[in-house]
T-cell receptor
Framework: NAGVTQTPKFRILKIGQSMTLQCTQDMNHNYMYWYRQDPGMGLKLIYYSVGAGITDKGEVPNGYNVSRSTTEDFPLRLELAAPSQTSVYFCASSYGRGPNLAKNIQYFGAGTRLSVL | QKEVEQDPGPLSVPEGAIVSLNCTYS??????FMWYRQYSRKGPELLMY????GNKEDGRFTAQVDKSSKYISLFIRDSQPSDSATYLCAMSANFGNEKLTFGTGTRLTIIP
């Protein structure tokens, strides 16, 4: 049972380069999220999606783009990489809203460590 | 002032000790509270979740919420070396919790 899978695990980018962080889940979850985690700063929500074709900004969306063409995939795009985007990126998914709190549990991938030099 | 404050530690305790981890928050709209455990180089995994004030117990773990003081705690009894990890509190005002606010995490080491 794969859960939430993120690729790549590590990446080094030069300033100005672009890349796509991949995220896929096999739990048939409706909701998907992208977070970044910086030392001493906790997890910050970048973008989230409540279903295919629907995305919305989180707390720190600048410099990123997302799309959700299928239920399973939620890629995160960095167009012009900057040193401030050096971070660990986590993708998460949850079933979505419902009367049962357990349906709202967010399951996380293992993360992508990105350095922009 | 951050919306959620959490002592970053690091915290080191001997095996078998009781561990207390805490978060304070300023947003009175928060009513769903979670604790995540994150092992080194891994993603966070949900440990416990609670709604509103009160206690919840699950094995060696107890979560407490005091909404009047805007204070939540996680207690670990009979701590084990496998409990060594970073513990993140998270909270939300919405039932769907699509917008979680996380604490910065407390790094815990259990010494055998």
């Amino acid at each position: 049972n794969a859960g939430v899978t993120q690729t790549p695990k590590f990446r080094i980018l030069k300033i100005g380069q672009s890349m796509t962080l991949q995220c896929t889940q096999d739990m048939n979850h409706n909701y998907m999220y992208w977070y970044r985690q910086d030392p001493g700063m906790g997890l910050k929500l970048i973008y989230y999606s409540v279903g295919a074709g629907i995305t919305d900004k989180g707390e720190v969306p600048n410099g990123y783009n997302v799309s959700r063409s299928t239920t399973e995939d939620f890629p995160l795009r960095l167009e012009l990489a900057a040193p401030s985007q050096t971070s660990v990126y986590f993708c998460a998914s949850s079933y979505g809203r419902g009367p049962n709190l357990a349906k709202n549990i967010q399951y996380f991938g293992a993360g992508t460590r990105l350095s922009v030099l | 002032q951050k919306e959620v404050e959490q002592d970053p530690g690091p915290l080191s305790v001997p095996e078998g000790a009781i561990v207390s981890l805490n978060c304070t928050y300023s947003n009175s709209a928060f009513q769903y509270f979670m604790w995540y455990r994150q092992y080194s180089r891994k993603g966070p995994e949900l440990l416990m979740y609670t709604y509103s004030s009160g206690n919840k117990e699950d094995g060696r773990f107890t979560a407490q919420v005091d909404k009047s003081s805007k204070y939540i705690s996680l207690f670990i009894r009979d701590s084990q070396p496998s409990d060594s990890a970073t513990y993140l509190c998270a909270m939300s005002a919405n039932f769907g919790n699509e917008k979680l606010t996380f604490g910065t995490g407390t790094r815990l080491t259990i010494i055998p």
